[in-house]
């Protein structure tokens, strides 16, 4: 490993050990002065040149080392490198480089970065632990020169770039992994269709120079929605904006998200840690655009307090008014929470693409929480549209799922009529070469644009149906009636009792052999007893109480009695 003896830059990062042990001084460069010499800008001035051992590595995403301060010298204590010299050798000014100088300074290299940096590497994903098992596993120093060998200089690797990278490894995790149904990683395909139709009707607004939208994902997992979104915004017009915000519960997804802002230049500071029902990031806030995709069935049990409070103490007013859905599934949930978030209409109003499964759609009779919250949301006039999407296109699950579109500014064409859009997309994709888990399918960019176009035509079709808001509300009637005594024996009676599979099943037997047949002969003597048994009612007369028409007395046959395994069970003997 070589270290080259280049002239720093502003904003290199330098490591000092000033008597040869742990470094204790970060400098950032803030001016370099020639000759090898700069001045840093962490705490006390320090100076550094090539003849006291200013070893100086290149500009932003890399560390810089210093080995010593003038009049001192020592050994090498740091080292991290965007060059690889093999023929060099691994000695540098007398100091040999190892695993446990590389350790050493790794809590250090960490507490000289930003408060966000530091958030995400030593509270998140607990780096430091990290570092210790591959120093335990000895791999620490071959971990860091793989790293070092690569050159992920911004001129060399964009932001862009670097997300995409990012993302590609976020992927290549979750395919890995066994994680919840519907967690952490949506298909791009999927996310990429839902911007489309979320941004569709706003192209042109979208367009103008210097516009500056929100967008909002309140279970933004590792920012996958947040970053296709933008990037959709980018192509479509480089002048646009789109600031970008999230929530997420799982600490270590929250940490990649945080890192993925931070990579794409965003602020990193939008995205709130905790549970979006009991601890809102972004109470408060009104937002352009939401998207999402939240866990499917998932209980909120947990938050259950916080959440029936709400409900109960504000109504309407806070976020959970219009109902609340069954505990094992919290989707109709995150669905109010964005509700709540909609700018008014006058003030531009609010657009909502979130993905579900079947559950929020069919579960719940008429007048429980589910269906109270739907029926808030189509008598306000809010769904715009529904797609049903092919299944097995989820890297952890095979069900079959939809988008919602909610909408409290819809166009003309879609208020007036008070319409709501129902897409059959199960049809639009394309096997994958290779499955990834459950992934077997995945929808086709011809197949997105095609969805996109049946959308925004608004026109009924052979995969697309529109409905008035009315058709989807029922009420549910128990019509209770008096109980049934009288009765008439007449032939057509007999002929339909004889229909009956009660009736029939006397006859059949689940035994086998001799025993079957002789519990069928026994069942088909005890039909032809209770036909005979009714045959000589009198067939004129109408029978007010049954009681009247079979008196104790009556010659009804005895039906055999079959011993029970349950002693608790009471045998019965009647027919009727």
């Known amino acids: 490993m070589w270290v080259g003896r280049t002239q720093p830059h502003p904003g290199d990062i330098v490591i000092f050990n000033w008597d040869g042990g742990v470094p204790d001084h970060i400098g950032i460069v803030e001016q370099s002065v020639g000759n090898g010499q700069f001045s840093s800008i962490e705490g006390n001035t320090a100076i550094g040149n090539e003849s006291n051992g200013g070893e100086v590595m290149r500009r932003q995403r890399h560390m810089v080392v210093e080995e010593g301060a003038p009049g001192l010298r020592g050994r090498l204590a740091c080292l991290a490198t965007d060059t690889l010299d093999s023929g060099a050798g691994h000695s540098v000014m007398g100091g040999n480089v190892d695993e446990m100088c590389i350790r050493s300074c790794g809590a250090a290299i960490l507490k000289g970065f930003s408060e966000n940096v530091r958030e995400i590497f030593i509270e998140r994903f607990k780096i430091a632990e990290q570092i210790d098992k591959l120093d335990e596993s000895n791999i620490l120093y071959m971990v860091v020169g793989k790293f070092a060998n690569v050159d992920l200089h911004p001129e060399a690797v964009p932001n862009h770039m670097m997300g995409s990278i990012f993302e590609d490894l976020i992927r290549r995790f979750v395919e890995q992994s066994n994680e919840t149904a519907g967690e952490h990683f949506t298909p791009r395909e999927v996310i990429r269709l839902m911007v489309n139709l979320l941004f569709m009707e706003d192209s042109d607004v979208l367009r103008k120079k210097g516009v500056v939208k929100t967008l909002f994902d309140p279970a933004c997992g590792t920012g996958g929605m947040l970053s296709v979104a933008e990037a959709y915004l980018r192509e479509l017009n480089p002048d646009a904006h789109l600031e970008l915000f999230g929530q997420e519960l799982n600490d270590e997804s929250y940490a990649i998200c945080k890192a993925d802002m931070l990579l794409k230049a965003e602020n990193p500071g939008n995205v709130a840690l905790g549970n979006s029902f009991s601890e809102d990031g972004h109470a408060g806030r009104k937002f352009d655009y939401m998207l999402s995709n939240p866990p499917f069935g998932v209980e909120w049990k947990k938050v259950e307090k916080a959440i029936r409070d709400e409900a109960e103490n504000l109504g309407h007013a806070g976020r959970f008014g219009a109902g609340l859905p069954r505990i094992n599934d919290g989707s109709l949930l ?7 978030k909609m700018r008014p209409a006058k003030e531009g109003g609010s657009r909502i693409a979130i993905v579900f499964n079947g559950s929020p759609l069919f579960t719940g009779d008429a007048g429980s929480g589910e269906s109270e919250i739907r029926r808030w949301i189509i008598e306000n006039d809010w769904l715009e549209a529904i797609v049903g999407l092919p299944d097995q296109l989820f890297f952890n699950t095979g069900i079959s799922t939809y988008i919602w579109l909610v909408n409290n500014r819809k166009s003309r064409k879609r208020k007036g009529k008070g319409k709501v859009q129902l897409i059959n997309a199960v ?25 996109t176009d049946i959308y925004g035509a608004f026109k009924e079709g052979p995969c697309c149906k529109i409905f008035d808001n009315e058709d989807f509300g029922y009420h549910k009637i128990t019509v209770e009636r008096p109980l049934r005594q009288s009765f008439q024996v007449t032939a057509e009676k007999l002929a339909l009792l004889e229909q009956e599979a009660a009736f029939q099943n006397l006859a059949k037997s689940k035994k086998k052999g001799a025993a079957g047949i ?24 109408v029978w007010k109480k049954r009681a009247s028409a079979f008196p104790a007395a009556f010659p009804w046959p005895r039906l055999p009695t079959r011993r029970s395994s349950n002693p608790r069970r009471k045998r019965s003997t009647c027919p009727m």
């Open 334 to 340: 995150f669905l109010q929470h964005m509700i709540s």
């Open 427 to 451: 049809e639009k994709f394309q096997k994958m070469r290779k499955s990834l888990g459950n992934k077997r399918n995945e929808i086709g960019p011809e197949h997105i644009v095609e969805i």
């Open 518 to 541: 002789k519990e069928a002969e026994g069942g088909r003597e005890l039909q032809a007893a209770i036909l005979k048994a009714l045959g000589k009612l009198d067939k004129k007369k």
